[in-house]
């Protein structure tokens, strides 16, 4: 129980608040897990919980040593990277040449979502436009090198791979030239830097 | 999971580039400048494990009730335009990572599936994928940013099966 009642204290601290994460979407997404878990009870039982509880944890024991090694990459990258040039890069005014450099960015990224998601926080935090974000993750997503050659030539096949591959080089440019329109429809902003 | 999953070549990547930033940081800024790192890679991660383990609890459980075993059938060569959307959306449910979702294309292609179905599907996964979305996108990125992403990649997947669709007689000649 104290291990328990720290952790929340820990999670929900307010003072170290910095980027709206907190106590609120804590207790949120504690509500709709708790709602997800009675959901699969009721349509699948016991059996539907347990399976879903094993993969769960099977996935978390996967995912944590990779998620503090992305967080401290981004972390390093933070320093290293001042967020001015990410945001002459990246920022509203790149325009075309920002999708460029960071679907270019997003194609050598190594690593799986772990590595991917703590470096686009860095990047939104740094001024990067909703369409260089946007380009950046499709370019991720569908042209990094390291799952091509761990996934796809072992499983698939190079002539399958290749085929893939080819058929992917347009989409993070088409996504990133949508989204600047889009998000000004929807509202999304630009994170402006101090 | 096996043992070799968790520690597949990923991992030791990952670190590898840990180890070398931490190295640049030192050289470039000296000891402050890994302080300062480190301070900043713990407020991120506290922030993140306010929402991530809750977060990829209700896509498990979600997963649970519409199991990807539901996937497939409607994908074979023939299946024109209607069977590249079908795989790009049966890629989105696919509630897992490559280890899940490559073996199941896999399976899809010795079951009859066309190689343009399955890089419409293998790219509606890549781009789509619900229990990513759900997450870490959502609880990171916010509801906003989401709708801007979801909404200029929704054809996407599609656009990559009819250009796989345009590409494949000719490399399936080499």
New interface residues.
Partial sequence: MPLIKGYILAATDTKMRVSGIGARQFFIWMGVAVGAVALCWFLRGDEGVENGTINYANQMLFLLPRLVAGLLVSGFTQILVPRSVIASWLGDKSGFKGILVATAVGAVSPGGPMVAFPLVLVLRNGGASAASLIAFMTAWVTLSFHRVITWEISLMGPEIATVRYLSSISLAIIAGLLAAPLARAIGYTTRSVE | ?SSN??F????I???G??AL??G??VW??GKG??A???????????????????????A??????FPSELIGGWLGEGSGVLGLVIASFSGAFVP???FVS??I??TL?HSGAG?PQ??AF??GW??LAVH?VLA??L???GA??V???L???IG?PT???A??YV??PY??Q?
Avoid: H, N
Wanted: glycine share 6%.
């Fill in positions: 999971m999953e968790f597949d070549p990923s991992m990547v990952l670190w580039l840990v930033l931490a640049i940081t470039k800024k400048g890994i300062a790192g480190l301070r900043s890679s713990w407020e991120m991660f506290r922030q993140i494990m306010c929402v991530i383990p809750f977060a990829m609890l209700v498990y459980m979600l997963a649970e009730v897992s990572g490559p490559f073996p294309a896999i292609l190689v399955l890089v293998v790219t890549a781009l990513r870490l996108e609880p990171l990125m906003r940013f709708a801007v992403r909404g200029v990649s996407l656009i990559a099966g250009t796989a590409l494949w490399l399936a080499l």
